[in-house]
C-alpha cells in the first residue's frame, strides 16, 4: 500500500522524538549513577533501550512500505535534577509528550485514510498506557517514602530487578 509523503515526514519526526527520548533517560541513568543509585539507573538504561527499541520499530516501517528514513538532530538532554522525585516526574511529562505525539501521529494517518499506519500505531498507542501506568507507580511510592531514607534503597533493589533484553551495562554496579 502506497505512503504519502507527508505521512513520511511525520513519522520521521516521530523517529526523531523517539531517539530523543532515548537520550534523556539515558542522561537521567547517568545522573542516577551520579547519585548512587545503580537500581533506578539500570531502570532507566532498560527505558533507553526500549525507546531505541521504538525508533528502529518506525525506523523498519518506514521501509517496509517504500518510504525512506530521514534521520534528524537530537538535542543535549536535561540533566539537572534535584530528586528521583524529580527525575520520575519528568519521566512522566515526558511520556505524556510522547502520547499527545503519537496521537497526532495517528490523526495524520486517518487524515489520509492510512489504514495499515493506524494498525501499526495501535502498538504504540498500548505501550503509552503501559508506560504511563508504570511510572505513576514509581511516582506513587517515591511519594510515599518521602525519597530517603532505607526505603529510598528498597526501591532502588527493586528497580534494579527490571529485565530487559540484552543490556547494555554502564557500569558493574548496574548487573544484577
Ligand atoms: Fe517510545
Ligand atoms: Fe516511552
Redesign the pocket.
Known amino acids: 500500500m502506497p505512503i504519502t509523503p507527508a505521512v513520511v515526514e511525520a513519522i520521521n519526526n516521530q523517529i526523531q522524538a523517539e531517539f530523543q527520548?532515548a537520550y534523556q533517560y539515558l542522561a537521567m541513568s547517568a545522573w542516577f549513577h551520579e547519585n548512587n543509585l545503580p537500581g533506578c539507573a539500570h531502570w532507566m538504561n532498560i527505558?533507553w533501550q526500549?525507546?531505541t527499541a521504538?525508533a528502529m520499530k518506525l525506523f523498519g516501517y518506514v521501509h517496509d512500505r517504500g518510504g525512506a528514513v530521514t534521520l534528524q538532530a537530537i538535542t543535549a538532554p536535561e540533566h539537572t535534577y534535584a530528586s528521583p522525585l524529580d527525575v520520575f516526574r519528568a519521566v512522566r511529562e515526558?511520556?505524556a509528550w510522547?502520547t499527545s505525539r503519537i496521537t497526532e501521529l495517528y490523526d495524520i494517518a486517518v487524515a489520509h485514510r492510512d489504514l495499515p499506519l493506524q494498525i501499526m500505531l495501535q502498538w504504540f498507542i498500548s505501550?503509552?498506557v503501559e508506560?504511563e501506568a508504570v511510572v505513576d507507580s514509581i511516582i506513587e511510592r517515591l511519594q510515599m517514602i518521602g525519597g530517603d531514607g532505607p526505603s529510598i534503597y528498597l526501591l532502588d533493589r527493586e528497580l534494579g530487578g527490571r529485565p530487559g533484553g540484552d543490556a547494555v551495562h554502564s557500569s558493574t554496579a548496574e548487573q544484577h
Do not use: A
Open positions: 527520548s527505558q526500549e525507546e521504538h515526558h511520556e510522547i505501550e503509552q508506560e
